[in-house]
């Protein structure tokens, strides 16, 4: 992160915002060091900040150089969008490559991998957790239709039997894509069991579907 320094932590925020032409609420800083004089003549205030170009900028190097060091041609496109609670931001990071099955990898391993790294680096960089989707030429778009529409016809098995269900181990954001889809499903509710790569879902019958 960045640091800067002005009289109050006001003045600092609004230069940022001006020079990176972003609103201040979306800047986040912590006020690493403040001096105050008599009569706050010569008062300073040191922060340490980013906005949400840095991070846009520091996804794009990094991916950059990762692909070039992997000798891959990579297009890479990030849009900045709200979460569905309004009060972060996420990246949606789209990749184009020369062969997207090589970036994909077998079952999308390769860029489940790619990333968790990309996340830990950002995570440790920014010091917050930032909110990352990768995704090339829409495979994870499609995947999460696939991973509803599997859920869908699990769900309404197990309001039919009354049975509980167990799905295949997946990773995490498919588990939440199947998570928030079926939160509104009447007679079944979800949870996770498992720890790491065998970490799956049960879709368990509640028996209020009314």
């Known amino acids: 992160m960045k640091q800067y320094t002005g009289k109050t932590v006001d003045e600092v925020l609004d230069n940022i915002s001006s020079e990176q032409n972003c609103a201040k609420e979306d800047i986040v800083y912590n006020v690493i060091e403040e001096k105050k004089h008599l009569l706050g003549i010569g008062n300073t205030v040191t ?24 000798n891959q041609g990579v297009a890479i496109e990030i849009i900045i969008e709200k979460t569905k609670d309004n009060n972060d931001n996420l990246y949606r990071v789209i990749l184009d490559a020369e062969n997207n099955a090589i970036i994909i990898g077998k079952n999308g391993q390769t ?81 996770s069991i498992g720890e790491g790569p065998k970490r799956h879902l049960v879709i368990k019958y509640t028996g209020n579907e009314e």
């Open 111 to 191: 860029l489940r991998a790619i990333s968790i790294v990309l996340k830990a680096a950002a995570n440790a960089t920014f010091k917050k957790r930032i909110n990352i989707i990768i995704d090339v030429n829409h495979y994870k778009e499609d995947r999460y239709k696939k991973v509803k529409g599997i859920a869908n016809r699990v769900a309404r098995e197990v309001v039919k039997t009354h049975i509980d269900a167990e799905l295949d181990p997946m990773p995490n954001d498919e588990r939440k894509v199947i998570h928030q889809y079926l939160q509104d499903f009447k007679g079944v509710s979800t949870v």
């Open 47 to 70: 922060i340490e900040a980013f906005t949400p170009n840095d991070v846009k900028e520091f996804i794009f190097d990094y991916l950059g150089a990762y692909f070039t060091e992997l």
